[in-house]
């Protein structure tokens, strides 16, 4: 492609240019600026290939000074790197393809300077004179045009499909000579010499004369196709050029550069070459004759500002030289425009854009700040809108994907983050940037770019503006994450004080999912927020907000948690198409990442011993079944309560207003761990408000979960003296709960009322102990043991002054104690004989050692007999007693039965015989027969002596009765 001549001298060439009225141009090099000597553009050097006969001697040139705003002019020296390129100057005719030519570039005049003048009030003027800029046809001379037969048409009339016949050969063999020997050559004269030369080329099979005169001029032929291919390059940027000037307005631009796009960012250093030297003549033609008529348009103003940066950065020196040169023109088309279209009431706000630009072209030289892309960023972003700036991105992004391409490594990266940090919050379309980055993620393997990337993403997701646009595109990613995007989150390089605000962001996505109906799917959302939190924690850069944010990071993954047990992925609802192209696996569940989530946030937050804890009493399978959920959410808030109160007590606080919210399975994780932070010192400082008010509503809840947590926070709260005076309000609402069928609750309110029954009245004193008495003998042995324990603490706490009032109560006591002592269960049988003890005290009664044997009583029948002797010695109305005993004939248990029966037995010896006659006996003898058909042999054969001796007494006359007989009788003898 033949490069454009800029400025030196006019085309003789009639043919190709009648006349114009266009001011000639000015060549500029703004690389060679500061030198003292500027050098001619690349385009006019590699114009001068095809001048070897003659040098262009280069006229004065305005060289670029934008610290003063001005131009200078300097003269301008000969170029010694164009030495080696006319070396074949002095070469014959023959050699001389073009002897002189010259070439009008319809786009700048001598004395334009085409400087960017920074002062406002000159783009005032421009603005206020907008309409002088515009270009009509009449301004323009007519441009002569090829001849109008086709090339193609020529050819198919020359070309021959046989051997040509010697005239035909030998006259175009004359004309290639001709052209050889020739001066100039005007378009039809070369047009002729590929004609003739095709139709040669086609017939050498068939002639050696050919072949002959070919293999002789190969290196001439060659060397002329070479400068024609040249020639059409600069007809070609001409052409660009005069549609520039012929249409002048920016939706022209736009048109060539869509059309120049793909060239600009060709992997082939020729193609790249070519495409920049010809964007460099449009761009310069452009800014001096560009239409400032409203409304103005360019689309796509800020690819080219990227496209242009990036060359400026090619390792190709050429290349970088025609970016430079068209980066200049650029700039100065972006000012015009935004001063032109700028909005009146936001002129403070161009006056300060333009100040800014100032100053940053002032603080490098020219060559400094067109070899430098981000510095070129710096200045164009001040200008540019947020559409414009995500076309920039988005540009540089898309060129990313070639890691061939020579600009990539240098200054891609460079361009994202100085583009990034420098324009803030004035980007529309991230969504679509982060969509690009995310698949380029894949496609870019170096370190260094990948890391610039990820910076990128750093910067956008630590603006406040963009926090939740970045954090909802990277989500809507299958999980788990792949590597790319993995690394990603791991290495997420953000300034300390935005670390926080990014990780609360993040885990307010995945709070919000935990308000949504149980009943429901499970949300996408969350499971994508755990996954994240889960490489944010693995990669460790964020670690002074995971420290800061631990109690809520904490509590929020324990509920995922909750929400997570027993689903799997069928059961979350997961958007259309997001799995596409890989299948999930079935080993992936929403609880996996949980559990892995919850993991890592306490090893990076130093939480060794809890972790132990946790693994060494199966905390992490607790907290993963169904019913033990609680019981894991239970050991793990011990364990903080343990080895690390700042943390525990920092939750206890997090979730004084965080029960009230969510559904019940956010509020029961919730729960489970406040209740036992409520252990802590700490607890005490709670307003009762939060603390006693809120386990008196649990303690009303329909949930008996929920009684059972209130339960086990008034316990632990009781253990503070200072709030049971507050918690014995509750006592009647406690005291209906022992009768509740859930053993938990039943023990727990026993254990409450242990603590307090030391502050009873004396009514509810005697309540609980008649409500305590139903629950000897409970079939559950704990509530059959704690019920006799919280019984004889109540015997303990009754004042000396009512004493009598609960004498039969104790007296009523003590057989089923006595009977109990004898039970399977040995805690059951201990608690009843410390209990047993108890009464005996209240009623100043010493007790029998024989009580206290821990042998059964059929064995030691003697021992029994002794203990037997003593009630009856100690208690009135023995056949009441008797009756309470065989109560407990019926028992489940065989020991209390067999016991039972026994105790009656011998206690029937200390019954008054005359009461027991009265009574009868046939209620007695009843329950002992029946006793006869147990299957336990034991006791059938204690049932049978026990029933002989009730006849035994039944038959035997009263000792007192017989006296008076031998009385009477003797009476009646004496007479």
């Given at each position: 492609m033949p490069l454009p001549h800029r400025g030196r001298g006019s085309r003789l060439a009639g043919s190709r240019v009648a006349s114009t009225s266009l001011p000639r141009a000015t060549a500029y090099s703004p690389r060679r600026a500061g030198r003292g000597t500027p050098l001619p553009s690349h385009a006019q050097r590699l114009t001068r290939r095809r001048h070897f006969s003659e040098q262009v001697p280069p006229g004065p040139e305005p060289q670029a000074d934008f610290r003063s705003g001005k131009w200078r002019q300097e003269r301008a020296g000969g170029d010694a790197r164009d030495s080696r390129r006319s070396a074949r100057a002095g070469m014959g005719s023959r050699h001389r393809i073009c002897s002189q030519e010259e070439i009008v570039i319809p786009c700048a005049s001598d004395n334009d300077s085409g400087s960017v003048d920074l002062q406002l009030s000159n783009l005032e003027d421009v603005k206020n004179d907008a309409s002088s800029l515009e270009l009509t046809d009449s301004d323009i001379s007519d441009i002569a045009g090829l001849p109008q037969e086709s090339l193609t048409d020529s050819f198919r009339h020359l070309t021959q499909q046989g051997p040509l016949s010697e005239p035909i050969v030998e006259r175009l063999i004359q004309s290639i000579q001709e052209f050889f020997n020739g001066d100039l050559q005007s378009e039809l004269e070369k047009l002729t010499f590929l004609r003739s030369l095709c139709s040669?080329?086609?017939?050498?099979?068939?002639?050696?004369?050919?072949?002959?005169?070919?293999?002789?001029?190969?290196?001439?032929?060659?060397?002329?196709?070479?400068?024609l291919y040249r020639q059409t390059l600069q007809a070609f940027s001409e052409m660009l050029q005069s549609l520039v000037v012929k249409d002048p307005h920016l939706e022209n631009l736009d048109t060539i550069f869509k059309q120049m796009d793909p060239w600009l960012q060709?992997?082939?250093?020729?193609?790249?070459?070519?495409?920049?030297?010809?964007?460099?003549?449009?761009?310069?033609?452009?800014?001096?004759?560009?239409?400032?008529?409203?409304?103005?348009?360019?689309?796509?103003?800020?690819?080219?500002?990227?496209?242009?940066?990036?060359?400026?950065?090619?390792?190709?020196?050429?290349?970088?030289?025609?970016?430079?040169?068209?980066?200049?023109?650029?700039?100065?088309?972006?000012?015009?425009?935004?001063?032109?279209?700028?909005?009146?009431?936001?002129?403070?706000?161009?006056r300060r854009a333009m100040k800014k630009c100032q100053e940053l072209l002032e603080l490098y030289s020219i060559k400094q700040f067109y070899s430098c892309p981000f510095r070129i960023a710096q200045v164009f972003e001040v200008f540019l809108n947020s559409n414009e700036l995500c076309q920039f991105v988005m540009t540089i992004l898309d060129g990313l994907k070639n890691l061939k391409h020579p600009c990539t490594q240098k200054s891609a990266g460079e361009l994202l983050i100085t583009l990034v940090e420098n324009a803030e919050s004035r980007f529309e379309k991230?969504?679509?940037?982060?969509?690009?980055?995310?698949?380029?993620?894949?496609?870019?393997?170096?370190?260094?770019?990948?890391q610039q990337i990820i910076n990128t993403v750093s910067l956008f997701i630590s603006r406040p503006k963009y926090t939740d646009i970045v954090i909802s595109h990277l989500l809507c990613h299958p999980v788990p994450y792949d590597r790319h995007l993995a690394e990603l989150w791991r290495t997420l390089d953000v300034k300390l004080p935005s670390t926080t605000w990014i990780l609360w962001r993040l885990l307010r996505k995945l709070q919000k999912c935990h308000n949504a109906p149980t009943h429901e799917k499970m949300a996408y959302m969350a499971v994508a927020a755990t996954d994240a939190l889960y490489e944010v924690f693995v990669g460790n850069r964020l670690r002074a907000a995971t420290f800061r944010l631990f109690p809520q990071l904490l509590m929020t993954l324990l509920i995922q948690i909750h929400h997570s047990i027993g689903l799997t992925m069928s059961d979350v609802t997961i958007p259309s198409g997001l799995y596409t192209e890989q299948e999930m696996s079935s080993q992936v569940t929403p609880l996996c990442f949980a559990i892995q989530a919850t993991k890592t946030l306490l090893l990076r937050t130093l939480c060794w011993q809890e972790f132990n804890i946790m693994e060494k009493n199966k905390g992490w399978t607790l907290?993963?079944?169904?019913?033990?959920?609680?019981?894991?959410?239970?050991?793990?808030?011990?364990?903080?309560?343990?080895?690390?109160?700042l943390f525990a007590n920092k939750i206890m606080y997090l979730l004084v207003p965080l029960l009230n919210r969510g559904n019940d399975k956010h509020k029961l994780t919730s729960a489970g761990f406040f209740v036992e932070l409520l252990q802590s010192p700490m607890a005490r400082r709670l307003p009762s408000i939060y603390s006693i008010a809120r386990l008196k509503d649990w303690l009303h809840h329909g949930n008996n979960v929920f009684k059972t947590l209130a339960l086990k926070g008034l316990h632990y709260l009781t253990r503070h003296q200072e709030m049971r005076e507050g918690i014995k309000s509750l006592l009647p609402c406690i005291l209906d709960l022992l009768c509740e069928t859930?053993?938990?609750?039943?023990?727990?309110?026993?254990?409450?009322?242990?603590?307090?029954?030391?502050?009873?009245?004396?009514?509810?004193?005697?309540?609980?102990?008649?409500?305590?008495?139903?629950?000897?003998?409970?079939?559950?042995?704990d509530v059959h043991r704690f019920s006799m324990t919280l019984f004889g603490a109540s015997i303990k706490s009754v004042k000396y002054t009512d004493k009598k009032g609960i004498e039969n109560q104790v007296?009523?006591?003590?057989?089923?104690?006595?009977?109990?002592?004898?039970?399977?269960?040995?805690?059951?049988?201990?608690?009843?004989r410390q209990v047993l003890t108890i009464c005996a005290q209240f009623l100043k009664w010493k007790l029998p050692q024989e009580v206290y044997c821990k042998d059964p009583w059929y064995i030691r029948c003697g021992k029994v007999g002794k203990v037997c002797k003593f009630f009856g010695k100690k208690c009135k109305g023995k056949v009441n007693l008797v009756a309470q005993t065989l109560m407990f004939s019926k028992n489940a248990k065989i020991p209390i039965r067999r016991a039972a029966v026994l105790f009656v037995g011998l206690l029937l010896k200390y019954v008054d015989h005359s009461e027991l006659r009265m009574k009868g006996t046939d209620w007695i003898e009843k329950d002992l027969r029946d006793l006869l058909c147990d299957p336990e042999p034991s006791l059938r054969i204690i049932a049978s002596q026990a029933l002989f001796q009730v006849r035994e007494v039944g038959t035997e006359q009263d000792p007192r009765q017989t006296v008076c007989g031998l009385r009477k009788l003797m009476g009646c003898l004496s007479t």
């Open positions: 040669l080329s086609r017939a050498l099979p068939y002639d050696e004369t050919i072949g002959a005169f070919i293999h002789s001029h190969i290196e001439d032929i060659v060397h002329i196709l070479n400068s060709s992997t082939k250093d020729h193609e790249r070459e070519r495409a920049a030297v010809s964007m460099a003549e449009v761009l310069k033609c452009s800014s001096r004759h560009l239409s400032l008529k409203l409304p103005l348009q360019f689309q796509r103003l800020g690819r080219l500002v990227a496209l242009m940066a990036l060359l400026c950065g090619d390792p190709v020196k050429e290349v970088a030289e025609e970016a430079a040169e068209g980066t200049h023109y650029l700039l100065h088309i972006t000012l015009r425009l935004k001063y032109v279209t700028h909005d009146k009431k936001n002129h403070p706000s161009l991230v969504p679509e940037i982060m969509g690009v980055i995310c698949a380029q993620l894949s496609i870019i393997s170096q370190p260094r770019v990948r907290l993963e079944g169904k019913d033990g959920h609680l019981q894991g959410i239970s050991l793990l808030a011990n364990a903080l309560l343990e080895r690390n109160h859930d053993e938990k609750i039943v023990l727990l309110a026993i254990q409450i009322l242990l603590q307090l029954v030391e502050t009873m009245d004396f009514t509810t004193l005697t309540a609980m102990m008649k409500t305590l008495f139903s629950l000897f003998g409970d079939v559950r042995p007296l009523d006591s003590l057989v089923p104690l006595l009977l109990y002592s004898q039970d399977e269960n040995d805690a059951v049988a201990e608690e009843s």
